[in-house]
Nanobody
């Protein structure tokens, strides 16, 4: 069973940076469309950044100019570079992606396990 494996979360001071990574657990699976979501305590999960299979990106207004989503097809990994972090960015961040192996007709959607990002002094 393929999984999305996230890494890169942690504690950072306001104004700092983190880079989240999301990789497929089985290398034959390729990433098509992908996105990063976050969920703060007591709040609904929200889309932070999206990346289409064609490379088009979109961002939540709250992170525009600070966050960048990207993909490395060779490494089967999606990244979220987060700069100028604010306390309100504190949340569990989840990767979501459509994955497809050569033997599978259409991509299937998967979620990562989540990684905690805490922005605090």
């Amino acid at each position: 069973q393929v999984q999305l494996v996230e890494s890169g979360g942690g504690l950072v001071q306001p104004g700092g940076s983190l880079r989240l990574s999301c990789a497929t657990s089985i290398s034959i699976f390729s990433i098509f469309a992908a996105g990063w979501y976050r969920q703060a305590p007591g709040q609904q999960r929200e889309l932070v950044a999206g990346l289409s299979s064609g490379g088009t990106t979109n961002y939540a207004d709250s992170v525009k100019g600070r966050f960048t989503i990207s993909r490395d097809n060779a490494k089967k990994t999606v990244y979220l570079q987060m700069n100028s972090l604010k306390p309100e960015d504190t949340a569990v961040y989840y990767c979501n992606a459509d994955l497809k192996a050569p033997a599978i007709a259409v991509p299937r959607n998967y979620w990562g396990q989540g990684t905690q990002v805490t922005v605090s002094s």
